[in-house]
């Protein structure tokens, strides 16, 4: 049986827990297995940068949409 190390995760979970913070908080265990996955990674950290650049994109489009339906 392979050893599970709870604090380690694959790129594909930490992937999915950048996207679940989109949506929620995180629990502490989760943030920090993150965290560290973050801190080691190659990809991770570029993919997290995508998510912000994307997020911060569907908020400045949000504001252009609401700033129209006001006029």
């Known amino acids: 049986m392979k050893p599970t190390y709870p604090l380690k995760l694959t790129c ?3 992937a999915a827990l950048m996207v679940a913070r989109e949506d929620r908080a ?3 265990a989760d943030r920090a297995a993150l965290r560290m996955h973050l801190l080691i990674c190659k990809a991770c950290p570029r993919f997290e940068r995508q998510l912000l ?3 911060n994109a569907m908020k400045q489009w949000r504001g252009y949409v ?3 339906g006001e006029r």
């Open 12 to 14: 594909k979970e930490a």
């Open 26 to 28: 995180l629990p502490l």
């Open 53 to 55: 650049t994307m997020r």
């Open 66 to 68: 609401d700033g129209e």
